[in-house]
């Protein structure tokens, strides 16, 4: 890890020059003593596409990264398990992008170095998130200008960064809420379902969530899920049918295949179902789960409906306020950010950057409630702000 340094010239008068040479860069830009930067560190990188998680991705140890001119050096604190991630890993977000590249997308954590520019706005020691690819990794350099302050390094935080932009985004531009609508969250206890349940409410919607059990059922009634439905215990068509005769107005759908089609049979008139994923069909070769959509355009047309894609990265012009709408929506109490650390996992907590692989193994079984993440290293002992 190399020290920053600057030379000033200083003009005393118009004959005598003399030559300063200031080594507080060396301490303000690399924190060695604060915060102990290690000379190597862990990270995962996508070595193989595949959607096997295990099979694609390696753990690879390399020099701590030196940021630029205008980049953070973040310790990742905690990062976030995405059901993208398997995306990515299998070269199905873009085709173009050849292995070995760095995988994981959000984290948060101190900024242990930085930049001359950068430091205009930050300085050592500073909490930041960030949401960007190279996140699996024990540190990861950041742009100054893609950091987003937070007040502390909590993991609730790092649930906003995709999973509730998506779904305040998604609702807000496409979902048209309208009060006294019904709306249908399909994963509603998962990452970002729990978002799309509460900004329903907020908007004054009647809201339904599905759940794969009743621990899960009863988290969606706490956060003001209207009708919670465990498809394990209940026949989901069966139900909707009876006590929605009337249909659905927006669904919020991240699940695919025939829970997509479900959803489409069940639109009122004027409908809007939103696809922000198909996570069943995440794990096959192809990555779509089937999907019967030959009758599509006849149900559309015959009840003024409409199906809207939702893909985050196209909405960046909105992120930053959603980003700081959300932060202060959590700072009042108004928004919960439920986070699963894996304490009921088979072999306990996800802590250390290898959890990753148990961690997205737990998520595609289906077993968390809120958003999964991991604990890449334990705070820092010597910083004062945490």
């Known amino acids: 890890m190399s020290c920053f340094s600057s030379v000033t010239v200083l003009s005393v008068s118009h004959t005598q020059m003399r030559f300063i040479v200031d080594m ?57 398990i995405n059901a993208s991630d398997i995306n990515y890993s299998a070269g199905r977000y873009d085709p173009s ?25 930050y300085t050592v020691g ?30 609730e935080f790092l649930t906003l960064l995709v999973s509730g932009a998506t779904a305040y985004i998604a609702l807000k531009r496409l979902g048209d809420l309208a ?46 899920c209207d ?7 209940e026949d989901l068509a069966k139900t909707l049918r009876k006590e929605y005769p009337q249909g659905i107005d927006v669904v919020y759908e991240s699940v695919g295949g025939s829970v997509l089609e479900l959803a489409v049979n069940s639109l009122a008139n004027k409908g809007r179902l939103i696809v922000i994923g198909f996570i069943s069909g995440y794990q096959s070769a192809s990555g779509i789960p089937p999907f019967k959509g030959g009758t599509l355009p006849v149900k559309l047309l015959q009840k003024s409906a409409s199906i809207r894609g939702f893909f985050l990265p196209h909405f960046l012009g909105d992120y930053r306020e959603a980003l700081s709408s959300m932060i202060q929506m959590f700072a009042k109490g108004k928004l919960v950010c439920e986070v699963d650390y894996g304490d009921l996992a088979e ?9 990753v692989f148990r961690a997205v193994d737990y998520m595609y079984a289906g077993r968390n ?7 890449v290293a334990p705070p820092s002992v010597s910083n004062s702000k945490l």
């Open 347 to 355: 072999e306990g907590k996800f802590v250390g950057l290898d959890a």
């Open 126 to 155: 500073d909490t930041v998130a960030y949401f960007g690819s190279g996140a699996f990794a024990e540190y990861t350099v950041v742009p100054a200008k893609e950091a987003v302050p937070v007040p502390a390094v909590k993991p």
């Open 369 to 375: 409630l809120g958003k999964v993440v991991v604990e």
């Open 24 to 80: 507080s860069y060396s301490a303000h830009f690399m924190d060695f003593k604060g915060s102990s930067i290690a000379s190597s560190m862990k990270k995962l990188v996508v070595t193989k596409l595949s959607p096997n998680f295990r099979e694609a991705v390696s753990t690879q140890t390399v020099a701590v990264p030196t940021p630029g001119d205008a980049d953070l050096l973040v310790r990742n604190r905690f990062v976030g």
């Open 179 to 224: 009060k006294g609508e019904t709306v249908l969250v399909t994963a509603a206890a998962g990452g970002t379902g729990q978002f799309a349940v509460q900004f329903a409410k907020q908007a004054g919607c009647h809201v339904i969530g599905t759940c794969s059990t009743n621990e899960k059922a009863g988290f969606l009634k706490s956060i003001g």
């Open 227 to 233: 009708r919670p439905i465990n498809y394990t215990a």
């Open 97 to 121: 992008v050849k292995p070995p590249f760095d995988a994981g997308f959000e984290g948060i954590g101190e900024v242990v170095g930085l930049g001359l520019s950068a430091s205009s706005r």
